[in-house]
């Protein structure tokens, strides 16, 4: 095969590689749609390794995006209040996000990347944290339930 060729079709699968990754919209919002105080929406958001979500503080209240738990080799990461922050998922597994200032109002929210590797581990740590919360102590729970 021509060297141009190769060269092109390259380019070529390498862009189609970064046209397949989404960019997921999470917003950190006081009162969500429903009327519950201290939300992400959606809560619970399932992607695929590759794709990025953007956090975004739409009412501000000093909400952040903090990671609580990440798969082994993730990189964890931890949001300016009221900033907008987006994160690149490189790992498959379970991700538990909550904002730190709100975390013990039931802030939090959970990420699956493709095969849920660190379920068992996710749970665990979302029931320490959520033995510490005095509202939406339930979150975590409802989150990992949608997990497949």
Not at 1 to 9: A, H, S
Not at 39 to 44: C, D, N
Not at 115 to 134: F, G, H, P, R, Y
Request: glycine share 6%.
């Amino acid at each position: 095969m021509n060297k141009k060729i190769v060269v092109v079709l390259s380019v070529l699968c390498a862009l189609s590689l970064t046209v397949a990754a989404e960019n997921i919209q999470v917003k950190l919002l006081t009162t969500g749609s429903d009327g519950q105080a201290f939300v992400f929406e959606p809560l619970f958001v399932k992607v695929k390794v590759g794709d990025t979500i953007t956090y975004t503080p739409v009412q501000k209240a000093g909400h952040t995006s903090v990671s609580i738990l990440v798969p082994a080799g993730a990189k964890p990461w931890k949001a300016v209040p009221d900033t907008e922050i987006k994160v690149k998922i490189e790992k498959p597994g379970i991700y538990l996000v909550a904002c730190d200032v709100h975390k013990a109002l039931g802030m939090v929210s959970v990420i699956q990347a493709d095969k849920a590797v660190n379920l068992d581990e996710a749970k665990k740590k979302a029931a320490e944290v959520s033995a510490k919360m005095s509202l939406g102590k339930d979150r975590y729970a409802k989150a990992l339930a949608m997990v497949k």
